[in-house]
């Protein structure tokens, strides 16, 4: 089994678990934080059979789109200490995956 | 050491957290919701050392429950892209461990 | 690439966020709680090149500092089954990492 750790926009993620769950596959979802943006996103745990990543990061590929966010940047360095905040346009991906293997499952 | 990334129902959350840490356990406990009910649940981290996996196991299998909810299950498809809720009984679990290798644990 | 989960004081997320970013290293915030005295803490998720974990250790080591709480422990054992409360200094890390293996990265 892999434990696909998988961070999207908020506004993706009805649509993600719709379709997650359609196709029989089972998450957890935790309410996050981006460390540069600072703006709300999710977590999702999936925990999935090792012959259906490929299956799971399909769907998480059709229903997870890529956005600018023409945020005000909090974050760039100006000089070892000091951060300016300035207006740009960061992209935020559709979505972030992390496999790990998981190396004992169990329900109890 | 291994990481017990354990998803429990809220109502098994302060019996198991108790006889945790009473048995010299940690654990650092996670707000989530489930992504079939949408109902929230609790994800626990639970790292612990090799030789304590069974141990951490067994406690968890005491103190965590299975459970009918007789909800209004959102997610049932209904022929592609639409779902009709209806009223059925779902098993939820007593507990969804994922047990994972910690390579390295730093305590800083 | 390794995912390092770190569980820090709250009080000690801004000033670790800021020089990680600086760094440009990226991060994923989650609100929690601890198991033993449940008071909120925060886990990060950190995914980093595997060259690249010392750097993120140091910047950990530099940010989160060891604090005593003096609170009402809540879970002191006291004969089978029931808890006392008391008094008592308890240290808290500066933080707590669990370094894991991520078998693959996608960005999609
Ligand atoms: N130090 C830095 N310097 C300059 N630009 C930076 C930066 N860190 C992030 N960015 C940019 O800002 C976007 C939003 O990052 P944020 O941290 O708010 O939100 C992130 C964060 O919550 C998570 N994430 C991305 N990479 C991660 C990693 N290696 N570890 C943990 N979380 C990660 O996924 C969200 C979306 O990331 P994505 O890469 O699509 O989009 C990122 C990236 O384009
Ligand atoms: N492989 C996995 N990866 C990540 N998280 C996982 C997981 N398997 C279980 N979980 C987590 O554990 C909770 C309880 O799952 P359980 O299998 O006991 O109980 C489940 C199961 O009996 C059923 N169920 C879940 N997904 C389903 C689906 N796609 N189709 C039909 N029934 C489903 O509904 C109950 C409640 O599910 P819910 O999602 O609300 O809540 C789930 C979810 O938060
Ligand atoms: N193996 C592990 N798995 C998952 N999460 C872990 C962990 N070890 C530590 N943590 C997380 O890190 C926080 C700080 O732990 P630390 O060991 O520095 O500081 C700890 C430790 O000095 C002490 N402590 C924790 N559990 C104990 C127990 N069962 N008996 C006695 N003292 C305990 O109380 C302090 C605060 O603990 P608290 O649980 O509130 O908060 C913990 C917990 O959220």
Do not use: H, W, Y
């Not at 696909?4 to 993706?12: A, C, E, H, W």
């Not at 460390?35 to 229903?63: H, M, P, Q, S, Y």
């Not at 909090?74 to 070892?80: H, K, T």
């Amino acid at each position: 089994m892999k434990l696909l750790i998988t961070i999207v926009q908020d506004q993706d993620v009805p649509g993600l678990l719709e379709i997650l769950m359609e196709n029989g596959f089972s998450a957890t979802k935790l309410a996050s934080t981006g460390g540069f943006l600072r703006v709300g996103n999710t977590t999702l745990l999936i925990g999935v059979d090792n012959n259906k990543v490929e299956g799971a990061l399909a769907l998480i590929k059709k229903t997870c789109k890529k956005r600018e966010q023409n945020d005000i940047v909090p974050m760039i360095p100006f000089g070892r200490g000091s951060m300016i905040p300035r207006m740009d346009k960061v992209t935020v991906g559709g979505a972030i995956v992390f496999i790990v293997n998981v190396e004992r499952f169990e329900k109890i």
